[in-house]
């Protein structure tokens, strides 16, 4: 019975430390995706003008 507790409470500490990379990442990502749009959209506006 001891054993089987010792292995529930591994399982949930690995848990804890998937989701902070995982939302690490995502924001990552967003930054970029944001930063790519406004470059080509500035391009359009000089040649309007």
Same mark, same amino acid.
């Not at 001891?2 to 529930?8: K, L, R």
């Not at 399982?11 to 430390?17: A, E, I, L, Q, R």
């Not at 989701?19 to 930063?35: F, G, H, I, Q």
């Given at each position: 019975?001891s054993t !089987? @507790?010792? *292995?529930? =409470? /591994?399982t %949930? &500490?690995?848990? +804890?430390?998937?989701?902070?990379? $995982?939302? #690490?990442? !995502? @924001?990552? *990502?967003? =930054? /970029?995706? %944001? &930063?790519?749009? +406004?470059?080509?959209?500035?391009? $359009?506006? #000089?040649? !309007? @003008?």
């Amino acid at each position: 019975s001891s054993t !089987t @507790t010792t *292995s529930e =409470t /591994t399982t %949930s &500490t690995p848990s +804890s430390t998937s989701t902070a990379v $995982t939302l #690490s990442t !995502t @924001t990552a *990502s967003e =930054t /970029t995706t %944001s &930063t790519t749009p +406004s470059t080509p959209s500035t391009a $359009t506006l #000089s040649t !309007t @003008t």
